[in-house]
């Protein structure tokens, strides 16, 4: 285990362990499924996961940007998940289908 | 003590809710799966003394967005997927294999790390005799970072306006064209067909 302030109850450590966890999942769920909502679900996860080092390391280094920029992460997921699921409504729409490795309209 | 006890709880189910969400065929169990995990976050952001963000994870992320994502999958009856096979098959296992690699490499290198505190005097003694986290966090968030919180909320805008131009319904007369192109001006009538 690594350093710690003697005051920080948890080793920083341990967020990185879950944070590379979660975001292992994520980018698995991304690669392997085919279904365009899980891939979307997959990348909140892997954003989660960013999330909590961010907190993590903004309490061991005893500074609130790491905090503050937690919420800039929030507002661009929020952005990405409107958008991405705007992109999903039309695909879905055109070609009646969500699996990502039908859409192929522009393989060369 | 406790608190190591409850961060492993949380993150062990954290992890567990994460795997289900990669692994549920039904698309809605998939979605509230993630939920748990969000939820679980949360409580990771409590332990942390990030009460603020703990809060906004549950109302934002758990709430909002997620509320936003089961909308469009009621929306789009998404029940006749679960018959077709839900993962690639040329590279599933390659993908799986690359993944376990991946962790393994994050593993080696952060038992090889010793970080050192930079001490950036926001402890939580002194964010408490400076009137509680969330004051101390919105103080730093609209002294240091007003700019980026602007930006973000034009992010938010744009990312609004392009959602609503991306579903909108396309005139039924000809479905082959736009209504209008991007760029030109709607016209009055056709701006109020739209809406």
């Known amino acids: 285990m690594g ?10 450590d341990w967020y990185l362990y879950l944070s590379a966890a979660l975001f292992v999942v994520g980018a698995a769920g991304v690669l392997v499924r085919r279904n365009l909502f899980i891939i979307l679900f997959s990348i909140e996860l892997m954003m989660n996961a960013v999330n909590i080092n961010l907190v993590g390391f ?8 790491g905090q503050n920029f937690v919420l800039f992460t929030m507002a661009v997921a929020a952005a990405e998940a409107a958008v991405g699921l705007a992109i999903a409504t039309t695909l879905f729409r055109n070609r009646q289908t969500l699996m990502v490795d039908l859409f192929d309209r522009m393989k060369g | 003590m406790v608190e190591r006890i409850l961060f492993l709880v949380f993150a062990v189910l954290a992890v567990a809710g994460g795997l289900g969400t990669i692994t549920r065929k039904n698309v809605v169990h998939a979605l509230i799966l993630l939920v748990f995990t969000f939820i679980n976050i949360a409580a990771i952001f409590f332990l942390t003394q990030a009460y603020f963000l703990a809060v906004v ?14 909308f469009v ?16 098959r040329g590279q599933r296992w390659v993908a799986l294999a690359l993944s376990v690699l ?8 952060l038992a090889g790390i010793t970080f050192t505190s930079a001490k950036g005097g926001f402890t939580p003694e002194a964010v408490a005799a400076a009137g509680g986290s969330t004051r ?21 805008l744009a990312a609004m306006v392009g959602a609503i131009i991306l579903v909108k319904k396309e005139k039924s ?23």
């Open chain 1, 3 to 12: 350093a710690t302030p003697a005051d920080m109850p948890i080793p920083v």
């Open chain 2, 173 to 195: 007369a000809d479905v082959g064209t736009r209504a209008w192109e991007p760029g030109a001006e709607p016209s009055a009538e056709s701006a109020e067909e739209e809406v």
């Open chain 2, 57 to 70: 994870q549950i109302l934002v992320y758990a709430g909002a967005i997620m509320v936003l994502f089961v």
């Open chain 2, 73 to 88: 999958v009621m929306f789009l009856n998404l029940r006749t997927f679960q018959e077709q096979e839900q993962t690639h």
């Open chain 1, 58 to 65: 903004s309490r061991f280094h005893e500074n609130l940007v």
């Open chain 2, 102 to 109: 991946v962790l393994a490499e994050f593993v080696i290198i």
């Open chain 2, 136 to 156: 101390v966090f919105s103080d730093a968030l609209f002294n240091q970072m007003l700019l980026p919180f602007e930006v973000a909320s034009v992010i938010l």
